[in-house]
């Protein structure tokens, strides 16, 4: 399959997950897309990392491990492969910005290969599940990344091809990110191994394991609630 029929199916499949007839489920989208919306997750992973590390170089490791895979993510697509590829998002492709739908204006400008914020929310994602090492974790940040990229499909700013690249290098990111964490904690920690029903074998609380997933559902209701109050 030539590029050209990679980019008939790409949009293709734009045209099948974009937009909706329902303002309800458009403001939900617009609301969860948001970065501010999670800020509430943000400083509550950051409080669950300080709390579960005994030193400050701990401490600034985990931090800076992922801030390495934010760069390695998002930092490498807006500054190098954005401008290198070049393609246009969908809702100012001049071949269909007539076709897509857009949610209430909600418009970028310049390119959008690949997603930022699929790569972005990949890259934490997967940081986070091998740093906390905890399988609730894990399939709530993997299906919370993977529905930031979708949303970004049904506002109409990202093809379903750059989202998944995004994801894919988003996925890579944050396992080099965190090689590079464990190589240089490795050097600085005695290497422990956990086992009990109150640590994951990473050493992090399961209290606070609880806490950071009630924030994230805490979050999700945010969002239904302030939908349902715009749309009212």
Sequence with gaps: MDLQALEAVDRQLLMMLNGSESPLLDQMVLNFTNGLTWAALYITLF???IKNNETMSQIGLAIGGVVLALLLSGGIDDGIVKPLVARPRPCVDPLIEYSVNVVHGYRLPGYGFFSAH??????????????????????????WSLLNGLSRIYLGVHYPGDVLCGFVWGALAGIVAYLVYFRLYSRMSPKIKYISSQYT????????????????????????IKAVICVV
């Design 118 to 143: 699929a790569a972005n929310t990949m890259a934490l994602a997967v940081f986070i599940s091998l740093l906390l090492r905890s399988r609730l974790v894990t399939s709530a940040f993997l299906l």
């Design 201 to 224: 074998s990473a050493g992090y609380d399961y209290a606070d394991i609880h806490m950071l997933m009630a924030v994230m559902v805490l979050t999700l209701c945010y969002v239904i």
């Design 47 to 49: 409080y669950v990392v």
